[in-house]
Every structure is written in structure tokens, then in C-alpha cells.
């Protein structure tokens, strides 16, 4: 059996356990604040890319034309009106961007109007069913469906000390528009 001698203690031995310990501890929340980030940052984005979808697909009539020339208009203004963080969606409804038929850019924004309808296949009839087809539609139907896409980055703060760059964020909505008609039918023939 030994003895303790008096005087030889440890003192202190556990200082540096508790220093490595804590730099880890606080990458790893730093690390959770930089996901988060990105998490609020996203859907930050898809709210402003659901409200440019739905306000484009709502600007659609039935009238000819179908009043296409105001849907992108009236979907890039809306979702302009949404921040990420503190800032304004990038975007101006008075500089859109028609590089190809039916989709429209400004900025940070991209809206595709399209159709959304019955597709009949009697070869196949198992493959029926309503589709959506973005951008562009069939000639013989009218624009119903509008795909708004927000594209930014999301901000970081601690990843920068290990030198990673802002994450890119996206975010896609697909609205719909389906008029219904309704029809009563009175039997009055007793």
C-alpha cells in the first residue's frame, strides 16, 4: 500500500482538458449558428418565391392573352417586396430580362409562366393525369401555372475564420391556377 506524501498534488491538471474541450465546444456552436443562418436564410427565400408564384398566377385571366404581359410584372414586384435578413430581394419590375419564351429574370428573381392541366394519353392511359409544364404551354391551352425562383447567398460569420465562402441558397414555388365552373341543374319535373 503506498502512502500519499504530502505537497505532490496535481493541481491544475485539469486546465487543459478544460481548454481543448471549450474550443471545440465553441466550434461546434459556431458551426450550428452558420447552419442556422442558412436555414433562416432559405426560407426566407421560399416565402418571397411562394408570394412571386402566387401573385403571378393570380394576374392570369381568361381573356385573350390571358394577360401574360403583367403576370411577371406584378410576380417580380411581389416577391421584391420580401427581405432576406435585412435586405430587399434584389429585382425591378422595370428591368426584366426575356432571355428565352416565357421566363423573365430581374436581379435575384425568375418566373416561368406555364400550364397546368389534363393531359389524355388513351395508348397509355395509366400515364393521364394533370401535369405542369414550365415554361412554355400547349397551344392549345390557356397560361395557368407560374414558377418563381429566388437565387442569394446566405451570410456567414464564423465560418469565415476557417475560410469558407457564403453559401448559395435557392428557393422554387410552383403556383396553379385552376378556374372552376359551377353549374346548378333545378329538376322541375316533378
Known amino acids: 500500500m503506498r502512502l500519499k506524501q504530502p505537497g505532490r498534488q496535481r ?9 481543448i474541450t471549450l474550443i471545440a465546444l465553441l466550434g461546434m456552436v459556431a458551426l ?26 393570380r394576374t392570369f385571366n381568361g381573356q385573350t392573352g390571358y ?5 411577371p410584372i406584378n410576380a417580380i414586384t411581389a416577391a421584391t417586396q420580401n427581405k432576406i435578413f435585412s435586405s430587399y430581394v434584389t429585382g425591378s419590375p422595370g428591368s426584366i430580362a426575356n432571355p428565352s419564351a416565357d ?17 389524355y394519353n388513351d395508348a397509355n392511359p395509366a400515364s393521364e393525369g394533370f401535369q405542369i ?8 391551352e390557356p397560361y395557368t ?9 446566405s451570410p456567414i460569420f464564423f465560418g469565415a475564420i476557417w475560410g469558407a465562402t457564403p453559401f448559395n441558397v435557392k428557393a422554387h414555388a410552383i403556383a396553379a391556377h385552376r378556374p372552376r365552373d359551377v353549374l346548378i341543374i ?5
Open 11 to 19: 493541481r491544475g491538471a485539469i486546465i487543459p482538458l478544460v481548454a
Open 32 to 57: 450550428a449558428i452558420d447552419i442556422g443562418m442558412v436555414a433562416v436564410a432559405k426560407t426566407q427565400a421560399q416565402n418571397a418565391a411562394d408570394t412571386g408564384a402566387m401573385v403571378g398566377v
Open 67 to 71: 394577360n401574360l404581359a403583367n403576370a
Open 103 to 119: 421566363t423573365y429574370t430581374s436581379g435575384a428573381v425568375t418566373v416561368e409562366c406555364g400550364g397546368y392541366y389534363y393531359i
Open 133 to 140: 409544364t414550365i415554361p412554355g404551354k400547349a397551344a392549345t
Open 145 to 153: 401555372a407560374v414558377r418563381a425562383t429566388i437565387t442569394t447567398t
Open 186 to 190: 333545378m329538376d322541375l319535373s316533378g
